[in-house]
């Protein structure tokens, strides 16, 4: 299957998810795409100017044009999502997503999808860790792998 995984750009969740033989739908994979195609941007571009029009799909002219940018990477990435693992409250260096409004518009889209969704807490102490990544392999055994569903 394929997991959204938030914050998107959490290599361990990304890893996880791997390692139990899903999709990761992670914000690493769209950047790498622009920045490992040849083109004429030097040094390559993270976000294009074209990227904030994208995001007109997901979010409105009104909102500032980051949150559009933003969107432009995670909106496709939400609309593919087949389930979710979403973290609540984690520190920077697990997976910071860097913007209030972007994260508001992404809990609210994907939660809004109605797929399978684990929520946790970000652990704060060894065991919560352990509980943590215990209860991400029970929901990731739970699913049923890509091959599966065909």
Excluded: W
């Excluded at 622009?34 to 976000?47: A, E, Q, Y």
């Amino acid at each position: 299957m394929k997991v959204f995984i938030y914050p998107t750009n959490s290599l361990i969740l990304s890893d996880l998810v791997e390692r139990f033989g899903h999709e990761p739908l992670a914000v690493m994979q769209e950047i790498s795409k622009r920045v490992n195609t040849p083109g004429l941007d030097s040094p390559p571009l993270n976000i294009t100017p074209e990227d904030p029009k994208l995001g007109l799909k997901y979010a409105a002219v009104e909102v500032p044009s980051g949150v559009r940018g933003r969107m432009s990477l995670f909106g496709p990435l939400i609309s593919q999502a087949e389930a979710a693992i979403i973290v609540r409250d984690p520190v920077v260096s697990f997976g910071c997503m860097g913007c209030a409004r972007t994260n508001e518009l992404v809990n609210f889209l994907i939660r809004s999808k109605k797929i399978p969704m684990l929520d946790l807490d970000y652990p704060t102490s060894e065991e919560e860790a352990k509980e943590f990544v215990y209860k991400i392999s029970q929901f990731l055994k739970s699913l049923k792998p890509a091959e599966e569903k065909k």
